[in-house]
């Protein structure tokens, strides 16, 4: 029972009058799709599957694809980069564990629009040594990611106790190997998928370091083609917020395994 | 159960120069047996050296040398310039509003949110919602403000056609400074929740219950206890609700495609164009000083972050 | 006051007969319900002024809440609280001048310990200084004086709980009630700090009501226990009282260590293992379940009257030994008895029942467990 929550109809006001504040975007928005001279109608929302405006849409599927293979890439370093660091810190340099959080939530003091500045030269050599395709932008969004990843997949290890885990595996006889695998991962999962979801979620939204850096991906083409057709771009700006919102509801549900602790 | 900690607080002050990151411990010469845990750091030092520090300190470095290589300070000395300084002065109180206000509504939200359980519909939507605009949104939030109260958007048509009021009267000013002030608010609030909610929810119901058992009242409560134990960590979220402004760059390149009235626009266009007041690399002095205003900041709010949270233990 | 107190006669409480002058709290009929779900069926208490009573009773029997509502910190359905007298169940937590320490947490953090045990003096109208001199007369009546300057948080949770008790204290309530403020303390601080509380408690004379769950700690302290069960009160009385005497087996069950053993009750007489024992209290004729508690059972020699067991485990606690053993009957029974008499897992024993009366209760017809209480 908690004495110092509002009243419910406190409640009600707050929450209608900023709910539709900020629904009022997103509507207007909706119905800008919606619109067709002077009446409302599906008809930008068909044109998507019209073959004569897939010239039009283009970018936005190319970007798109492109920030897919990022996506996956993405997950990749964090699933077997970082993760695998992680749980060898927390068993082997406890110590570090201090040193390790400050470094992974540098990223947050060092902005993008830093960043890319610095990234620039470095992947003009990636240009030359890998080629121009935008999946190599992954390695840079490893880094946009880590503050996030790391929250996620640090709880997960926190609320198991990894030492005693891997301790009573190896008295029961098993090699690294099984332990990370058969015994640490499995009860990882909750933050490793959390960790994936909100990569994707980043890695689909960011804009900054591909924009300087001329490579396409989903925000970029959003942009190019709001140019050319608005219409166009306030579609797929709600589906990609949709998207990632039911993303982050996932993420919300997913973490919520019995092992969490209640505020009595 | 708490242990008794008699002595001083818990360690402060890891922070020192957030621009250049720790270097990880020196290999030590241990047993044979641990080396391969040491081999097994290498690969993710290797990364965040190749991709964090070096870029790090060549954005920083870069605005310490011309072009040929040459050692100078022009490119600092730069920063003095009228139009960098007001572009600094821009970004400055563009964030600084942004964040008061995203301060207080989204801690009036929190407020409203009090109490709620943590599992149930109403704030896991909430906390999926602010996920998703405080994050993700940048570019996609500026098309949405062009829908809504752009010079076609539906409030600006509904304003007009209702009650004969043109916000645009005066000029075009969405797609310049001040048309940053509303998108920037619309990620704001959502961060703010996202931040602040956990310092509201440790607020325990016994020192309001202790309050009322020692003769206190609810807006006494507030006034002498909520209040106080929560100030810190509202000065530190507004201190990160700063930061995040100041650092946006998506919303701000997408509405404004031209022109560089803040920091992030004025980095832009000096990465974009062979030399900027007849300087070059001056994007990097930029980035210089923008680092060094987002570190103090962050360097500020994480120190008033561990501080509070000692409260909410 | 006609009470007889648990702690032996001191100058402390030997000034507070002189003095005895405190409030008097009651409990009404009061009923209360969370939705469809009845916690409290009306429970009527009569506190008398300097009394200090506790209420015992496992988890979710209801006693927490009755301490809430006399607090008013939650309503009663029904019924009613008084306090010296007067119908309190409409007024306000904070205008019935109680003083209240909770299990925990209940520090302000942000204030040091000085402001904090000042804090109901400042919210009253006193002025800072005088304030803190009280404040500080309160501290060193908990022994805290030194630690005035420190905040919570670097405090021992016995340290806090001193504090949160001056804090209750210093603005000299009418009643103080206290909520489990030992559960989440060690054990060695919770047997000091106990005794501390009743200490002050005599010396202030001010009528306390004391929530806990440990029969150890409510015998100790009080004057009186009021022993609870799923939102009732079972019996009241001195601790002497609820355990040579239990009215009910959930008393008997909560106040000691006893073992239930098959009986049969026939005019009046039980008998157990051979052996005839009176009643605690009339039960019809039937089969019975009887309580026997651990210092009422002894070991005997082959030809006397009892049982023979064989020893499922012993522990040596310092003056005495416990022992378990399993009867031949198949039950299991637990002994207190002298430290000298050594036995182990395994030795074949007989035991006997010293002739007392004993409780009993009806036995229900389908458990054939014994349960140990």
């Known amino acids: 029972m908690n004495g110092l929550a509002p009243r419910p109809l406190t409640r009600w006001i707050i929450g209608i009058v900023v709910g539709f504040l900020f629904a009022l975007p997103l509507v207007s928005t909706l119905l800008f799709t919606l619109k067709d001279g002077d009446g409302y109608s599906l008809v930008h929302w068909t044109s998507l599957f019209d073959p004569a405006k897939a010239a039009v849409f283009a970018p936005i599927w190319v970007g798109l694809g492109n920030s897919l293979i990022l996506a996956v890439v993405t997950v990749a370093i964090v699933l077997f980069l970082l993760a695998p660091t992680m749980l060898l810190i927390a068993l082997r340099f406890p110590s570090f564990r201090r040193p390790f959080e400050f470094l992974v939530l540098l990223p947050i003091t060092i902005p993008a629009i830093v960043l890319v500045v610095g990234l620039a030269p470095i992947y003009q050599q990636i240009g030359r040594t890998l080629g121009t395709g935008a999946w190599t932008l992954a390695f840079a969004y490893g880094i946009t990611v880590l503050p996030f990843a790391y929250r996620s997949i640090q709880a997960s290890i926190d609320a198991i106790d990894v030492r005693t885990l891997s301790e009573a595996a190896r008295s029961l006889g098993a090699d690294w190997f099984t332990v990370v695998t058969r015994v640490l991962a499995p009860n990882l999962r909750p933050g490793l998928l959390a960790a994936s979801l909100i990569s994707v979620a980043v890695v689909l939204g960011e804009f900054t370091i591909a924009s300087i850096l001329n490579r396409q991906v989903l925000q970029t083409g959003l942009v190019v083609v709001n140019k050319i057709d608005a219409y166009a771009s306030a579609m797929f700006t709600l589906m990609a917020l949709a998207f990632a919102f039911l993303l982050l509801l996932i993420i919300g549900r997913a973490g919520r395994p019995s092992a969490g602790k209640k505020n009595s | 159960m708490t242990s008794p900690d008699l002595v001083a607080g818990p360690d402060l002050d890891r922070v020192t120069s957030p621009a250049v990151p720790e270097p990880t411990a020196p290999a030590r010469r241990g047993a044979v047996r641990v080396g391969w845990a040491w081999l097994g750091l290498v690969p993710f030092t290797a990364y965040v050296l190749l991709f964090l520090a070096l870029p790090t300190v060549l954005a920083v470095g870069s605005g310490l040398f011309d072009d040929d290589g040459a050692f100078t300070l022009a490119n600092v000395a730069a920063l003095g310039d009228p139009v960098i300084l007001t572009t600094f002065w821009n970004s400055a109180w563009l964030s600084l509003l942004t964040a008061l206000i995203g301060a207080i509504v989204g801690a009036i939200v929190c407020y409203a949110l009090l109490g709620l359980p943590e599992t149930g519909a109403v704030r896991t939507m909430v906390d999926a919602a602010s996920g998703v605009l405080a994050q993700f949104g940048g570019v996609m939030l500026a098309f949405a403000f062009i829908a809504t109260i752009g010079l076609q958007g539906l409030v600006t048509t509904f304003l007009m056609d209702g009650f004969g009021i043109d916000i645009f009267a005066n000029g075009p000013w969405i797609y310049e400074l001040p048309g940053l002030i509303l998108p920037y608010i619309y990620f704001q609030v959502p961060l703010m929740i996202i931040t602040f909610m956990p310092a509201l929810s440790a607020l325990k119901p016994q020192w309001a219950e202790a309050n009322l058992t020692l003769g206190g009242t609810s807006s006494g409560f507030w006034q002498h206890v909520g209040i106080p134990v929560l100030a810190p960590s509202f000065f530190a979220s507004l201190l990160l609700l700063f930061a995040n402004a100041f650092s946006s760059y998506a919303t701000a390149a997408a509405l404004a495609s031209q022109g560089s009235q803040i920091v992030p626009l004025q980095i832009r266009t000096a990465l974009t164009s062979e030399t900027l007041l007849g300087r070059e690399n001056l994007a990097g002095a930029l980035a210089f000083g923008m680092i060094v205003v987002v570190a103090i900041v962050m360097w500020a709010y994480s120190f008033i972050q561990r501080r509070a949270s000692r409260w909410q233990a | ?373």
């Open chain 3, 1 to 373: 006051m006609t009470n007889p107190r648990s702690l032996p006669r001191t100058a402390d409480n030997l000034l507070l007969a002189a003095v005895g002058d405190g409030t008097r709290a009651e409990f009404r009929g009061v009923v209360k319900d969370y939705g469809t779900n009845r916690v409290l069926h009306g429970v009527d208490l009569d506190v008398a002024p300097g009394e200090f009573v506790s209420l015992l009773g496992p988890s979710g029997c209801g006693k927490t809440t009755a301490l809430r509502v006399l607090a008013g910190l939650e309503q009663a359905t029904e019924g009613s609280v008084y306090l010296g007298g007067r119908d309190v169940s409409r007024v306000p937590t904070n205008k019935r001048d109680i003083g209240m320490v909770f299990q925990s947490y209940s520090l302000f953090p942000h204030l040091r310990v000085i402001d904090n045990t000042a804090f109901g003096l400042r919210r009253r109208g006193v002025r800072p200084a005088e304030a803190h001199k009280r404040a500080g007369d309160a501290l060193d009546l908990v022994g805290l004086g030194h630690l005035a300057d420190r905040y919570a948080h670097q405090l021992s949770g016995g340290q806090q709980q001193r504090v949160a008790l001056a804090r209750a204290l210093v603005t000299e309530p009418r009643v103080l009630l206290l909520d489990e403020p030992l559960s989440a303390l060690d054990a060695k601080v919770r047997v000091q700090l106990r005794d501390e509380i009743r200490r002050i408690q005599l010396r202030l004379g001010i009528t306390t009501v004391f929530v806990t769950h440990d029969q150890e700690e409510a015998l100790a302290v009080s004057d009186r226990i009021a022993v609870m069960s799923a939102g009732r009160i079972e019996q009241i009385g001195t601790p002497e009282d609820l355990y040579l005497r239990p009215a009910t087996p959930e008393v008997a069950a909560f106040v000691g260590l006893s073992s239930l053993v098959p009986g049969v009750v026939s005019h009046g007489v039980a008998t157990v293992w051979g052996q005839a024992l009176p009643l605690q209290s009339p039960l019809r004729d039937g089969a019975v379940e009887v309580f026997l508690r651990p210092e009422n059972l002894r070991f005997v020699g082959p030809g006397d009257p009892g049982i023979g067991a064989v020893v499922h485990e012993s522990t040596f606690l310092g003056s005495f030994r416990r022992t378990v053993v399993r009867t031949d009957d198949g039950h299991l029974v637990r002994l207190q008895h002298a430290a000298s008499d050594h036995v182990e897992f395994g030795d074949a024993v007989r035991i006997a029942i010293t002739p007392s009366p004993v409780a009993v209760r009806p036995r229900p017809t389908s458990t054939q467990d014994d349960a140990e209480a």
